[in-house]
């Protein structure tokens, strides 16, 4: 499948969506300090290139899964925002019913199967379900997302000697944001080009830029495309940063300020901007439509959100077991 122009109208989708990601969590973050928001909250501000790129190189019918920095993939994938603001809030509107919470979002429908708390968790998953679609003939492929820190988990290896054995349609990518939680990359192994992984199975295997969605489009284009064509998995290592923690809870002792503060200056929301500006692509009235667009929106995802109901209790009892008679349990 020939690669998609990048044009005018993708860099204003472009700067629309990773706007609207920043300012949605943002907004989480904000209601989590209120304690609007319970449990744990994992922000993927300054990694939305990563995203944006991603989801260019897919087409309809295409999976992805992940960890649990989560909120805003399901939004790429075309899964109501307003929805996945009211599962943060642990309402009954929500994207999982309000079950999940900030680290279990999932849509069958939209093709985002999760959301994983386990880290690692995720990658046989993934790999699982593009056996399926190859086994069954369908023309799908399968983006299984990590972070840095899920590479030293034994189900990595198991999962891409599995893939390269059977040829699978998947595409493992690692969003080395450069820390495992508090970890940087150098002190959890004896080497810190994380692509060099595929070698030992011989899968292709390659690095990105991850705080430009050009990069990441042309980078993760050729995996998917390879991967369509029926010619197995890759594995990409897309170099990305985070501004936020690990989670909300985290005070940040391992990093300076400095760091974080030289990660903005390439900030790809920005780098987006500029190049919109670059080529009078639009004006500042309508730059400020697009503005005031996403804040409505997050506004509208807030309001919906607050506004929706708590699950009842016994939803506790509900999805829990496909078989409605199941003999070992008595709802009275």
């Known amino acids: 499948m020939p690669k998609k122009p990048i044009t005018k109208e993708t860099y204003l989708k472009w700067y629309e969506d990773m706007l609207f990601w920043r300012k949605f969590e943002d907004k989480a973050a904000a209601l989590y300090i209120q304690q609007k928001i319970r449990g744990f909250l994992h922000l993927y501000n300054g990694q939305e290139a990563v995203l944006a790129g991603c989801l260019y190189a897919m087409e309809p019918g295409d999976r992805m899964i992940t960890g649990y920095r989560n909120h805003v993939q399901p939004i790429g994938m075309g899964v109501d925002p307003r929805t996945v603001m009211a599962e943060l809030l642990g309402k009954k509107t929500g994207c999982s019913k309000g079950n999940g919470g900030s680290m279990h979002m999932f849509s069958k429908e939209h093709n985002f199967f999760g959301g994983h708390g386990i880290v690692g968790g995720q990658i046989p998953l993934g790999a699982g379900i593009a056996f399926a679609d190859k086994y069954l003939g369908r023309p799908h492929v399968t983006l299984t997302f990590m972070g840095d820190g899920a590479v030293r988990q034994g189900s990595l290896h198991e999962t891409l000697n599995m893939a390269m054995m059977w ?166």
């Open 167 to 332: 040829s699978l349609p998947v595409v493992f990518i690692v969003e080395n944001n450069g820390y495992a939680m508090g970890t940087s990359v150098e002190r959890s192994a004896n080497h810190t080009e994380i692509w060099k992984l595929g070698l030992g199975y011989e899968m292709p295997c390659w690095q990105v830029n991850g705080m430009n969605p050009v990069d990441v489009y042309e980078g993760v284009w050729e995996a998917v495309d390879n991967a369509r064509a029926g010619k197995g998995p890759s594995f990409i290592e897309i170099k990305t940063y985070r501004y936020k923690g690990h989670s909300m809870s985290d005070a940040q002792h391992y990093r300076t300020k400095e760091e974080v503060a030289e990660y903005m200056k390439i900030d790809p929301i920005t780098q987006v901007l500029n190049v919109i500006k670059e080529n009078n692509w639009a004006t500042d009235s309508e730059i400020h439509a697009i503005d005031e667009r996403v804040k409505d929106l997050v506004n509208e995802c807030v309001e919906f959100a607050e506004k929706s109901p708590y699950p009842e209790p016994e939803q506790l009892y509900e999805d829990v077991y496909v078989q409605k008679d199941y003999p070992f349990i008595n709802i009275q």
